[in-house]
């Protein structure tokens, strides 16, 4: 007959078991207090940095942290649950002396198959943790993730779920997005090209194009939207009877089709106003017989 493998000492065995317990718990609540005071931190410090850019809306970019940093500390404090309670379990089964050599055998054999059986799925969460404490993207951005490019609705930690301009939704394991294009970080570039006759002179088209920005700058209507004063960079392009000016503006993240649509607008109606005439069409000669 095979012994008892359990040893039990009193009073030494009880206290020690207790004082192990006493120690988890302790070394628990002082790692999730790390946890918290650390998310907390990381909040702070990316709402003081937006504020001092003065990039984007603070308002939005907190939530945008707050829920980014509520996932990673709820990740963390599983994390840590899980490793201290494993430990202590550990610990207690060496105390009352039962052989640790065979479940620590079969359990590396059992992470050995789950690991090969489960690569893609461990890719995925790690991808997903590290887009996350990255800040890759969040709800709402604009993004190009190769595959597909719309509009963020949800980040988890294995899939991540965007609706394109159609209105399909496509939902993108994370272990398989290896680019992300992200056009809301910050803020959201518009431009804008206006095509005139070649035979124009461009400092004057210039000159009328510049007023019209500073003319959308000022209005209430745009103000919050506009970052800065729309610059117009010049002459982009000069093709046979066709001169193209372009105009660069820098907005809130997402808000520049708006803004695009604004300039283009006022832009074609203040050169018509100044009898700046459009590009020319090239007819081409007819066909040689």
Same mark, same amino acid.
């Given at each position: 007959m095979l012994p008892l493998a359990i040893v039990i000492t009193w009073p030494e065995t009880?206290?020690?078991?207790?004082?192990?317990?006493?120690?988890?718990?302790?070394g628990r609540w002082l790692l999730l207090r790390a946890i918290k005071r650390g998310s907390d931190l990381a909040v702070s410090r990316a $709402? =003081?940095?937006?504020?001092?850019?003065?990039t984007g809306d603070v308002a939005l970019y907190a939530v945008r942290h707050v829920a980014r940093a509520a996932t990673m500390g709820s990740l963390l404090r599983s994390v840590t649950n899980a490793a201290i309670s494993v430990l202590a379990v550990l610990t207690i089964m060496a105390i009352l002396n039962i052989p640790l050599t065979p479940i620590l055998a079969s359990a590396g054999v059992g992470g050995v198959a789950l690991g090969f059986g489960a690569q893609s799925l461990v890719k995925d969460y790690l991808s997903g943790i590290f887009m996350i404490v990255e800040d890759q993207y969040g709800v709402g951005d604009l993004v190009d993730l190769g595959e597909a490019s719309g509009t963020i609705e949800d980040v988890g930690l294995r899939v991540t779920r965007?609706?394109?301009?159609?209105?399909?939704?496509?939902y993108i394991r994370n272990g398989?997005?290896?680019?992300?294009? $992200? =056009?809301?970080?910050?803020?959201?570039?518009?431009?804008?090209?206006?095509?005139?006759?070649?035979?124009?002179d461009s400092v004057r088209?210039?000159?009328?194009?510049?007023?019209?920005?500073?003319d959308v700058h000022a209005d209430p209507e745009w103000a919050a939207v506009l970052l800065e004063v729309p610059k117009v960079v010049g002459v982009q392009s000069v093709e046979a009877g066709r001169m193209t000016i372009r105009t660069i503006a820098k907005t809130q993240p997402n808000q520049h089709f708006g803004v695009q649509r604004a300039l283009l607008d006022r832009q074609l109606h203040a050169l018509k106003e100044a009898g700046i005439k459009g590009p020319r069409v090239m007819h081409s000669p007819p066909p040689s017989l």
């Open positions: 009880p206290i020690a078991i207790l004082i192990t317990l006493v120690v988890a718990i302790a $709402n =003081q940095r937006r504020a001092d850019q003065g965007l609706r394109d301009g159609s209105g399909q939704v496509w398989e997005i290896v680019r992300v294009g $992200n =056009q809301s970080q910050g803020w959201s570039t518009a431009t804008v090209d206006i095509p005139v006759d070649s035979s124009e088209v210039i000159e009328v194009i510049t007023s019209v920005c500073a």
